[in-house]
């Protein structure tokens, strides 16, 4: 093969040598080091995970992490959903306005937006004061450090990276066919039901994959609007880093984080397949 054809051959990879050294030197390899310190602190030993092993409350606190991302995920395609069917179906200039009004949050700090949140779910905030003056609740509610609390912060969080992937698939699906399923006799409900779901499936796997692997690994809001029995991971690992300097426990509870990451990845890779979430575009 002569000196240009070996060239040519090269030339894409040499176009991701940047990329690719890149993703080695802040990826993967601060990933590297935190899985041998969970082995090699302070030598070989498998006594952090022994610890995850023999201690429950770890267990919990896993568990804990897990429920509310679930729930967090049913709350963003609840609100989402009819959200983005919405945006789908306007003009394209008024519906890039309204994406516009989605993100426009994301220029502002996700500290400062929990605080927000935190004055207006407060004894004397803005919602318990509204829900009393209308005569709902005739005491103010308990929103915040609770569970209820931490809901509604991540969810409003969350909620564009559902929006954003749900409306990506939406806006290419033909509404036409929902037209000729009810020139065919099928009420509104059924092909809405049948055929309108069916095809933004892409959007609700890719959205509900991405809004489930943030709310596993997420710290301010939890940490700031949540209570004892909503300790996630995240806010142990920070922990054992801050308060006991035990770096190596720190790296084998990120280790697990991760491994729950990955079969998150590859159980929807068997039911879904990793091709839906391509579909969506994002």
Not at 31 to 44: A, I, Q
Not at 270 to 277: A, T
Request: aromatic share 12%.
């Amino acid at each position: 093969m002569s000196g240009f054809g070996r060239m040519r051959r090269w030339r894409p990879w040499l176009l991701l040598a940047p990329a690719l050294l890149a993703l080695a030197v802040f990826f993967l390899y601060p990933l590297g080091k935190m899985l041998l310190l969970s082995l090699l602190d302070p030598g070989l030993t498998f006594k952090h995970y022994q610890r995850l092993l023999e201690e429950p409350a770890y267990w919990q606190v896993l568990w804990i992490t897990l429920r509310i991302a679930v729930m967090v995920t049913l709350a963003t395609l609840a609100l989402g959903y009819p959200l983005s069917c919405v945006l789908a179906r306007l003009p394209v200039r008024q519906a890039n306005l309204w994406m516009i009004v989605v993100i426009v949050p994301y220029f502002t700090s996700i500290l400062v937006r929990t605080y927000a949140w935190m004055v207006l779910l407060g004894t004397e905030g803005a919602i318990n004061q509204l829900l009393m003056w209308l005569g709902i609740i005739p005491a103010p509610l308990k929103l915040l450090y609770t569970s209820t609390g931490v809901m509604i912060g991540m969810t409003y969080i969350l909620l564009p990276y559902m929006v954003l992937a749900l409306y990506s698939v939406m806006r290419g699906i033909d509404i036409s066919l929902l037209s000729a399923a009810e020139s065919l006799g099928a009420s509104r409900t059924r092909a809405f039901w049948r055929i309108y779901v069916p095809l933004s499936l892409p959007g609700i796997a890719a959205g509900g994959l991405l809004v489930f692997i943030l709310s596993l690994g997420f710290f301010i809001t939890p940490a700031l609007m949540g209570g004892q029995q909503d300790t996630m991971i995240s806010m142990v690992i920070e922990n054992q880093i801050e308060t006991y300097f035990d770096w190596g426990f720190a790296a084998a509870l990120s280790s697990v984080l991760l491994v729950c990451t990955l079969l998150l990845f590859w159980l929807y890779q068997r039911v879904v397949g990793l091709e839906k979430l391509f579909e969506a575009r994002l």
